[in-house]
C-alpha cells in the first residue's frame, strides 16, 4: 500500500469568540491540513495549528515544509 497523493494547504478560520492570552488576542487560527492517498484509494488525514510566538512557525512555513521536504519522502513510500 503505497502513498500515491499528498496534499496540504493552509485554512485560516475567524473564531466565533476571540480570547486572550498573556501576550495576546487571538481573533482567528491558522491551520495546516494534510491529506495521503494510497493507489488502493485510502485517505489519511492530518491537522497542524503552528503558532510564531510558540512554536516559531506560521502557515506559509509549513506548508513550504511539507511540499519541499515531507512530500517528496512521502510519495511512494509505504503507507503503514
Given at each position: 500500500?503505497?502513498?500515491?497523493?499528498?496534499?496540504?494547504?493552509?485554512?485560516?478560520?475567524?473564531?466565533?469568540?476571540?480570547?486572550?492570552?498573556?501576550?495576546?488576542?487571538?481573533?482567528?487560527?491558522?491551520?495546516?491540513?494534510?491529506r495521503?492517498?494510497?493507489?488502493?484509494?485510502?485517505?489519511?488525514?492530518?491537522?497542524?495549528?503552528?503558532?510564531?510566538?510558540?512554536?516559531?512557525?506560521?502557515g506559509?512555513?509549513?506548508l513550504?515544509?511539507?511540499?519541499?521536504?515531507?512530500?517528496?519522502?512521502?510519495?511512494?513510500?509505504?503507507?503503514?
Amino acid at each position: 500500500m503505497r502513498i500515491a497523493r499528498v496534499e496540504a494547504w493552509v485554512r485560516t478560520f475567524e473564531l466565533a469568540q476571540p480570547y486572550t492570552i498573556a501576550y495576546e488576542t487571538v481573533e482567528r487560527a491558522a491551520n495546516v491540513f494534510l491529506r495521503l492517498e494510497t493507489r488502493e484509494g485510502r485517505v489519511g488525514l492530518g491537522c497542524a495549528a503552528p503558532d510564531p510566538a510558540v512554536t516559531g512557525e506560521d502557515g506559509p512555513s509549513v506548508l513550504a515544509a511539507l511540499r519541499e521536504v515531507a512530500e517528496p519522502l512521502l510519495r511512494g513510500a509505504d503507507a503503514l
